[in-house]
């Protein structure tokens, strides 16, 4: 028996910019300009794949499995409906469960302990307030246990005696942090089991269900882990718990638990301490002393395996240009085999509570991901769905891997895709930039990607220094280095494919979310001689007034942003010279800009004031205002009409 374990969850980082699903609603401001002012798109040819079937929902979400592995969960979208639907998955009896009339938004679902309930934790304004509400999976009936917008929320585990509680997370609204409770979810009651006193960034419980760890963040973003033996006091009380684990801030992102294994006195972390790259180790909180499992020399770990009944890690994945998985057990080899037989780049995304039935999605760059359900005891995988099926009658551009030398000889790796019978000559090209910084590209389908390549750009993805996965060094080489060396990263990327005879470069443009909208709002400002046009989604403009206005539940990363990016008390001017805000009068090519009115990561004003100051230096710009929306797009209608508005944009400054 066997169970994951995912990397990403430690990345706490990794969620600052990144683009977010919130519900988007479409009105005409005054600071919005109409898109009637783009261009009408050339007459479509028999290759060009409609926008509307690009920019779709994703038809079936990753599926998940309930406890005992008979059934699983997923959301299932088309043009006529849009249901949450558990499944037999032997018998293929659906049921399709009841929506929450009060959890209107997008939410996020999961089978609860008792594999009869079904939790929806809502957003419904976009602002990233989410509540928790129920389904019953037999009665049809919904509660609502703490609604959205007034209430903050999270899950954090299981509660193994009683199959009818969970821990939750649930903001407080005077001390801006999370408090842990046990929720119990049938009847609403929940009960205070840690008062966070501010510095608390994770709760972690053991295997049998009772609050063990937390991690804690310092005034100098340092990051450590604390221990208690017994059942600790509501009201934090530091004599009762132990720091066993401990890193700086050099370490703290690329260091922490991952969870507690099953004899309870060993716990699974990664750790960068005496390595550039993550290294897999469990800690005895008994006897203090620390094993090494796994280390890349060249890449972080993404996630391990562990086998229950060994009580011991048999595989970890990492991922360069691709996932890879290293096998480290005898017990998983069999699996591998079994899984690989299938074929393509796979990971491994749910499994039961016992590990006898597995989720493994299989990526590809021509395609949306397919998912397979996985019988550990008969080593047979069998095919569930595609995410996508609509798009299988059509034909995708590869994504191909490269890397370059950025100015200062850092090794930059990222992804290059050429529009399909283009020569891969002399291309108009798009520079996508992702969202963090911390996170990364990675090899697989991306709608984005595939829409311009469609339309004829070759398509650039860099995961300029400051992306996760390649070591704390080359994250740490990012810091104070926004509108700086990561931008030169970009520039460098673009010169690498000029140099390759790829590109064009009196036709360059450059789109990013988030991050990335922020880095589009550095090409035009610094790098006007580069770039032919620029769109920036939810991206901030100022670096000052973006930490200024940062939500509340972030408090306990504070002090690493101020670290990785400036802290506007002492370093203003500097913050200032890296700001596209304050050099608007610079800039000389047409820019697109959407923002979304409830968007608590990057704020209406981040858009507003850059506009106002374009507009007043006399530079072109669309302005894209979304009222009821948050940190991103995420219903069809407003997919749409920014993508529509994109294609047109490209389509005039690239491609006439």
Request: aromatic share 12%; charged share 20%.
């Amino acid at each position: 028996m066997k169970r994951t374990s995912l990397l990403a969850l430690l990345m706490a980082l990794v969620f600052v910019l990144t683009g977010c699903s919130m519900i988007f609603g479409w009105m005409q401001q005054a600071f919005e300009q109409d898109t009637a002012t783009l261009p009408t798109l050339p007459p479509k040819n028999s290759s060009l794949i409609p926008l509307e079937v690009l920019t779709g929902f994703v038809e079936y979400t990753t599926p998940q499995l309930s406890p005992d592995g008979t059934l699983i969960l997923y959301r299932h979208m088309n043009d006529y409906r849009d249901d949450i639907i558990v499944e037999d998955w032997r018998t293929g009896t659906q049921t399709f469960i009841s929506w929450p009339e009060e959890a209107g938004g997008i939410p996020r679902f999961s089978f609860a302990p008792d594999g009869r309930t079904i939790l929806f934790f809502v957003d419904v304004m976009g602002d990233e307030n989410f509540g928790l509400y129920t389904s019953d999976l037999i009665s049809g009936e919904t509660k609502t246990l703490l609604p959205g917008g007034e209430n903050n929320c999270y899950y954090v585990s299981f509660v193994p005696e009683n199959d009818d509680e969970i821990y939750i997370a649930l903001l407080n609204r005077v001390t801006s942090a999370y408090d842990l409770y046990i929720l119990n979810y049938k009847t609403g009651q929940k009960q205070l089991v840690l008062k966070n006193p501010g510095d608390i960034r994770r709760f972690i419980i053991d295997q049998s269900g009772r609050l063990r760890l937390i991690t804690r963040t310092d005034e100098h973003a340092g990051s450590h882990v604390w221990h208690t033996s017994g059942t600790p006091s509501v009201l934090f009380d530091e004599k009762e718990w132990t720091k066993i684990l401990s890193w700086d801030y050099e370490d703290a992102d690329t260091s922490g638990v991952l969870s507690i294994m099953q004899d309870d006195t060993r716990v699974l972390f990664i750790d960068s301490q005496h390595t550039n790259t993550t290294t897999l180790c469990t800690f005895n909180i008994e006897t203090g002393q620390t094993e090494t499992i796994f280390n890349d020399p060249d890449y972080d770990l993404r996630g391990s395996w562990t086998d229950l009944e060994l009580d011991a890690v048999t595989a970890v994945s990492t991922e360069g240009a691709y996932i890879e998985w290293h096998v480290l057990g005898e017990s998983f080899e069999d699996d591998y085999q079994a899984l690989s037989n299938v074929g393509g780049v796979f990971d491994i995304v749910d499994s039961s509570l016992d590990d006898t039935y597995w989720i493994v999605s299989y990526h590809s760059d021509v395609a949306e991901t397919d998912y397979y359900i996985y019988d550990m005891d008969a080593k047979k995988a069998s095919f569930l769905f595609n995410a996508r099926p609509q798009l299988l009658d059509y034909d995708f551009a590869p994504m191909e891997p490269f890397s370059y030398r950025a100015s200062d000889g850092l090794l930059i790796e990222g992804y290059v895709t050429f529009p399909k019978g283009s020569g891969n000559k002399n291309l108009p090209t798009v520079v996508l930039v992702h969202g963090g910084p911390w996170a990364r590209d990675s090899w697989g389908f991306n709608f984005e990607t595939q829409l311009l390549a469609n339309r004829g750009y070759a398509v650039l993805q860099v995961n300029f220094r400051g992306s996760t996965g390649f070591g704390k060094d080359f994250i740490r080489a990012g810091d104070l280095e926004w509108g700086g060396k990561m931008h030169q990263d970009i520039l460098d990327a673009v010169d690498h494919a000029v140099s390759k005879g790829w590109t064009d470069p009196e036709r360059v443009g450059v789109y990013g979310a988030s991050y990335g909208g922020y880095e589009a709002l550095v090409c035009a400002a610094f790098s006007s001689d580069v770039f032919a046009c620029a769109v920036d989604a939810f991206g901030p403009s100022s670096l000052i007034t973006f930490l200024e206005t940062l939500p509340a539940q972030w408090s306990t990363e504070r002090q690493s942003l101020l670290r990785a990016i400036g802290d506007p008390d002492t370093d203003e001017a500097f913050m200032k010279s890296r700001s596209p805000l304050y050099h608007a009068d610079q800039i000389n090519i047409p820019l697109l800009i959407a923002q979304g009115g409830n968007d608590v990561r990057v704020v209406q004003r981040e858009s507003d004031q850059m506009v106002e100051a374009l507009r007043k230096a006399g530079v072109p710009v669309v302005y894209l205002l979304f009222p009821d929306s948050g940190h991103g797009l995420n219903s069809y209608q407003d997919m749409h009409r920014f993508y529509s508005a994109l294609e047109k944009f490209f389509a005039k400054h690239l491609l006439e």
